[in-house]
């Protein structure tokens, strides 16, 4: 759920302490959000550090009895608030993170065991998925606990991935006698390679969080796990910092390197630089560093 918005203010929840945010131009934002979900927490962390920088949004799965099982209903929450924050002007990344033991044990399991062949094929299940690869602004999973299955999908299609070191990630489909459906198989070799792909999905076994961070699933470990949601929204502010239409076209260039050959990719990340040339966030960025001051990007 999110908090009472009015039109002069709205209360920003944090893990810590709830703090008094006034932004006429958010609250309108803001008002593409639901007035509450019912499985997850939403809530706004601004940079108080920095007047200029971004705020980060954040998605807490909120169903920790059941480890976050993705549910049907609780991705569509995901997806409908990580596209509200992705058309609100005041926010530059996203963090998502689970409730409780979890970032998210894998999908619902009840729930799919009910269905045969016919409804799965005929409701192509889990294509709304890759709604979240639509989104352009960063955003950035920080998994505490397990993140199994579905969760350890959910994670790789988050564009940075940070863990406390009591995460385990896993892809146990095949002790169900199913493989995973949700970008397993292709996202898990992208990630560590081959080898290490099939020895996961084989097997079945879980990985720790300092094994994940070497094999390259994951890039930072956050010992106590207390200080996981901080570093997370702490990476938010950094990025925040930066040039909004920069740093959505550089994630627009890292995700098509998957999909593009070398030259095509070398063509396409040249194209979107020179494109930028266009924008006075790019003046104001390089006028900025010749005369020794912070920029004030204007997302223009």
């Not at 480890?67 to 530059?92: P, Q, R, T, V, Y």
Request: glycine share 8%; with cysteine.
């Amino acid at each position: 759920m999110i908090s009472p918005i009015t039109n002069k203010f709205f209360k920003v929840v944090s893990s810590r302490s709830t703090m008094m945010i006034y932004s006429r131009s958010v609250s309108r934002s803001l008002s593409t959000l639901k007035s509450s979900y019912n499985d997850i927490l939403v809530s706004t962390h601004p940079n108080l550090q920095k007047e200029t920088g971004l705020s980060v949004g954040m998605i807490e799965l909120n169903k920790p009895k059941s480890l976050n099982a993705l549910s049907d209903a609780l991705f569509d929450d995901i997806i409908h608030a990580l596209k509200a924050f992705d058309s609100m002007e005041d926010i530059g990344t996203i963090v998502v993170t689970g409730k409780g033991k979890a970032f998210a044990a894998g999908a619902d399991i009840p729930e799919m065991s009910a269905k045969d062949f016919a409804q799965a094929y005929n409701s192509n299940m889990f294509s709304q998925w890759a709604e979240i690869c639509k989104i352009s602004k960063p955003i950035i999973a920080a998994v505490n606990g397990f993140a199994l299955g579905g969760g350890c999908e959910l994670a790789m299609m988050c564009d940075i991935v940070i863990a406390s070191s009591n995460a385990r990630f896993g892809q146990p489909e095949v002790n169900l006698g199913i493989i995973p459906g949700a970008g397993g198989t292709q996202r898990l070799v992208r990630c560590v390679g081959k080898s290490k792909a099939m020895e996961m999905i084989l097997t079945g076994e879980m990985i720790d969080a300092h094994r994940a961070e070497r094999d390259g699933l994951i890039s930072k470990v956050v010992e106590n796990r207390e200080d996981l949601v901080q570093e997370a929204i702490r990476i938010g502010h950094v990025i925040g910092e930066k040039g909004p239409m920069a740093i959505r076209m550089a994630k627009e260039c890292i995700m098509a390197a998957d999909e593009m050959n070398l030259e095509q990719g070398l063509k396409y990340e040249r194209r979107n630089f020179h494109a930028l040339f266009a924008t006075k966030d790019q003046k104001e960025g390089m006028d900025a560093f010749l005369e020794k001051r912070s920029p004030d990007f204007k997302n223009c």
